[in-house]
Structures are given as C-alpha cells and as structure tokens.
C-alpha cells in the first residue's frame, strides 16, 4: 500500500509565496515521474509541473517562471515553490507520482489528498 501526503497549502496574499510538498510511504520500489495538477471551481484540471526521475521539469505556460518543482528521492518527496503568487493561482493542488511497487513491479500512478491554495487580500 502506497499513500501521498501532501502540506503547505493556506491563504496567502498576491505576490507572496507558499511551498508545497508531498511525501510518499509504502512498499516503493522505483518513483519515476512526479509532478502537480490543480483545479479552480468551475474549470478544468491543469497540469501545472513535472520533474521526471532524471530531474527533468516542466511547466504549465500559466506559471512558467513563478513555480519551481523539485524532488528528493531520498525521502520519496516531490515539492512545489510558488512564487508571485497570483488570485488565479487558487485552486485544490493534487500531487501525483507514478510508482512501481513491490506488488504491481511497474508504475501505477498514486495521488495525495489535495490542499487548498487560497490566493487574497
């Protein structure tokens, strides 16, 4: 069993910043890509950033710039810097990982919970 854990959502003003991380725990064998999707009410869901197992990234046009994904394998984490934090940026924040575990030995992909990002004055 594989679970993701994700923290640092909040309210936060225009132009601030928030750092959101996702940590996951389980029988893991190999984490291979990684990455954030969000969704605002009424829209679609939006991928926002990825980083591959190689460290490779990339990003939504939306928040080229701004956001900045990285991982630590060693704690099995994917984190999300948001910076110049814009009204247009609040949405629930799902992070994915594709996950090959000892049971299924090929990667099925796993989901945190969600956190809201509130962005206002």
């Known amino acids: 069993q594989v679970q993701l854990v994700e923290s640092g959502g909040g309210l936060v003003q225009p132009g601030g910043s928030l750092r959101l991380s996702c940590a996951a725990s389980g029988s893991i064998l190999s984490i291979y890509t990684m990455g954030w999707y969000r969704q605002a009410p009424g829209k679609q869901r939006e991928l926002v950033a990825t980083?591959?197992?190689?460290?490779?990234?990339d990003y939504a046009d939306s928040v080229k710039g701004r956001f900045t994904t990285s991982r630590d394998n060693a704690e099995n984490t994917v984190f999300l810097q948001m910076n110049s934090l814009e009204s247009e940026d609040t949405a629930v924040y799902s992070c994915?990982?594709?996950?090959?575990?000892?049971?299924?030995?090929?990667?099925?992909?796993?989901w945190g919970q969600g956190t809201q990002v509130t962005v206002s004055s």
């Open positions: 980083v591959t197992s190689s460290g490779n990234t």
């Open positions: 994915y990982m594709g996950i090959a575990t000892k049971a299924t030995r090929v990667p099925v992909a796993y």
